[in-house]
């Protein structure tokens, strides 16, 4: 299994960035995929998670009402639109899959991608 994150950059505070998550290898079915971060000295974080099959989707309160995640079904891809973003959003941030649970835990996720930074600056 193989996820590849891609998009992330450099934005201004109150800009828009959309990460893509990549998978190949299996597919996800009845599982859940999210999005986490870690900003620079810190923990790793959740940021939101979606269940492959239903598209039910889950936010971290800090980013609900700003970024949305999402699947393309066909593309076997996870994204996630970031608006109205924020210095504090800073951080690499990671794709998982391979979870059975409604979970915001990192240990819960099978698989994982090699991050992508997001800067936004002030």
């Known amino acids: 299994v193989q996820l590849q994150a891609s998009g992330g950059g450099l934005v201004q505070a109150g800009g828009s960035l959309r990460l893509s998550c990549a998978a190949s290898?299996?597919?996800?079915?009845?599982?859940?995929m999210a999005w986490f971060r870690q900003p620079s000295g810190k923990e790793r974080e959740f940021v939101a998670r979606?269940?492959?099959?239903?598209?039910?989707?889950y936010y971290v309160d800090s980013v609900k009402g700003r970024f949305t995640i999402s699947r393309d079904n066909a593309k076997n891809t996870m994204l996630l639109q970031m608006n109205s973003l924020k210095p504090e959003d800073t951080a690499v941030y990671y794709c998982?899959?391979?979870?059975?649970?409604?979970?915001?835990?990192?240990?819960?996720?099978?698989?994982w991608g090699q991050g992508t930074l997001v800067t936004v600056s002030s």
């Open positions: 979606i269940k492959w099959s239903s598209g039910e989707a």
């Open positions: 998982a899959a391979g979870s059975s649970y409604r979970s915001m835990v990192p240990r819960t996720y099978a698989y």
């Open positions: 290898g299996r597919a996800f079915n009845n599982d859940y």
